[in-house]
Antibody
Framework: QLQLQESGPGLVKPSETLSLTCTVS??????????WGWIRQPPGKGLDWIGS???????YYNPSLKSRVTMSVDTSKNHFSLKLSSVTAADTAMYYC?????????????WGQGTLVTVSS | DIQMTQSPSSLSASVGDRVTITCRAS??????LNWYQQKPGKAPKLLIY???SLQSGVPSRFSGSESGTDFTLTISSLQPEDFATYYC?????????FGQGTKLEIK
């Protein structure tokens, strides 16, 4: 059974960089059928797509965050990562990683449990 | 960017009811529409993809349909475990936007 697990600091100071890793188990991150993505959810609010990455390293970012986002993948460790720079309180959210099944259509079919990141001094 | 608008924002219903949630796209997205269910404190779960295809393991009481830029999620007979928040999401073009959610509550 595929599992995704987010990890990283739960508290980040304003203006610093948020760094999260999603470790994939029960399947290979190098499969050609899947992308891998990050989605966030501010407390009590809806879902926002942050970006997606392919095992080759190709990335697609939400233009609203593009200037601050960097995603990377490490196939040897079967994980992918998110960096969000210059964070503010508005970046406080639950951050989810997800697998994206891509076969013409594109859907987030497996999700991690999420990790809450709070931006505060 | 494509805007996704769900209606209603909240809905009260009883076990056994037939429930319909609507999602409207701001432009044509063909059938590139997914539906997710989210329970409190949990990650979203994929229910329907490509507007009307049922994700493996999802009960058949869930169904999806489309008419132009309007998409519908129907639950044919509500079960206690269906009370949750439902989100639509377009996968037609980046940025891949979600609707604002519909909270389904027990009447």
């Amino acid at each position: 059974q595929l599992q995704l697990q987010e990890s990283g600091p739960g508290l980040v100071k304003p203006s610093e960089t948020l760094s999260l890793t999603c470790t994939v188990s029960g399947g290979s991150i190098s499969s050609s059928t899947y992308y891998w993505g990050w989605i966030r959810q501010p407390p009590g609010k809806g879902l926002d797509w942050i970006g997606s990455i392919y095992y080759s390293g190709s990335t697609y970012y939400n233009p609203s965050l593009k200037s601050r986002v960097t995603m990377s993948v490490d196939t040897s460790k079967n994980h992918f990562s998110l960096k969000l720079s210059s964070v503010t309180a508005a970046d406080t959210a639950m951050y989810y990683c997800a697998r994206i099944f891509w076969s013409g259509y594109y859907q987030f079919d497996y999700w991690g449990q999420g990790t809450l990141v709070t931006v505060s001094s | 960017d494509i805007q996704m608008t769900q209606s209603p924002s909240s809905l009260s219903a009883s076990v056994g009811d037939r429930v319909t949630i609507t999602c409207r796209a701001s432009q044509s997205i063909s059938s590139y529409l997914n539906w997710y269910q989210q329970k409190p404190g949990k990650a979203p779960k994929l229910l329907i993809y490509a507007a009307s295809s049922l994700q493996s393991g999802v009960p058949s009481r869930f169904s999806g349909s489309e008419s132009g830029t309007d998409f519908t999620l129907t639950i044919s007979s509500l079960q206690p475990e269906d009370f949750a928040t439902y989100y639509c999401q377009q996968s037609y073009s980046s940025p891949y936007s979600f609707g604002q959610g519909t909270k389904l509550e027990i009447k």
